[in-house]
């Protein structure tokens, strides 16, 4: 019954690993996101893709990876980790039909970097 | 640049009532929403505002004034699980349904 799942939920890894993260919707949304937190709670939009087209900040270091296989899931690769990639790592969904939409987050992944 | 001004932490003693304040400063204005995220926990939807006035939704209420750029968001009859980060975003014109945060208030409720 999950809306928006994500896993792992903590992943503790070195630095220069690569990783992935994996999120799932099964809300039927178009639209899907990548959001970074920070110890300071600042949430920051990394990517958003919509319907096959994908919108990349451009803050967003190139390790970082989106992946869609298709409209229900959205993965995210990270090369060469660094210390400063620890923070949680929220997974969102919406149907991308308008303004008001609602964003549904997953529970996030908790990534520390040693 | 686009900025979102919040209060970093409020406290407020249980049943009494608490104002939260969001400032805006963005490029265009498509909507304000407002989100509760329990420490630990992904933010969850509370209310949306793009009209001017007062949207009510049982104990909580959202204020906008779009030619202050300015939102509160009115807690009533406060319970201990209202203590949580209150977050505001924006969206902004051309933005690709993207939204623009706030860093949150942290609420204290206080017994």
């Known amino acids: 019954d999950t809306a928006v799942s994500q896993t792992p939920k903590y992943l503790v890894t070195q630095m220069g690993n690569d990783k992935s993260i994996k999120c799932e919707q099964n809300l039927g949304h178009d639209t899907m996101y990548w959001y970074k937190q920070d110890s300071k709670k600042f949430l920051k939009i990394m990517f958003s893709y919509n319907n096959k087209e994908l919108i990349i900040n451009e803050t967003v270091p190139n390790r970082f990876s989106p992946k869609s296989p298709d409209k229900a899931h959205l993965n995210l690769h990270i090369n060469s980790l660094e210390l400063g990639d620890s923070a949680v790592y929220f997974c969102?969904?919406?149907?991308?039909?308008?303004?008001?939409?609602?964003?549904?987050f997953g529970p996030g992944t908790r990534l520390l970097v040693l | 640049g686009q900025n979102i001004d919040q209060p970093t932490e409020m406290t407020a003693t249980e049943g009494a009532i608490v104002q939260i304040n969001c400032t805006y400063q963005t490029s265009g204005f498509n909507g304000l929403f407002w989100y509760q995220q329990h420490a630990g926990e992904a933010p969850t939807f509370l209310s949306y505002?793009?009209l001017d006035g007062l949207e009510e939704k049982g104990r909580f209420s959202s204020f906008l004034s779009r030619s202050k750029g300015y939102s509160y968001l009115l807690l009533k009859e406060l319970q201990m699980k209202d203590s949580a980060s209150y977050l505001c975003?924006?969206?902004?014109?051309?933005?690709?349904?993207?939204?623009?945060w706030g860093a949150g208030t942290k609420l204290i409720i206080k017994p």
């Open positions: 969102a969904s919406s149907t991308g039909g308008g303004y008001q939409e609602t964003q549904y």
């Open positions: 505002n793009v």
């Open positions: 975003a924006v969206r902004s014109r051309g933005s690709n349904y993207q939204l623009i």
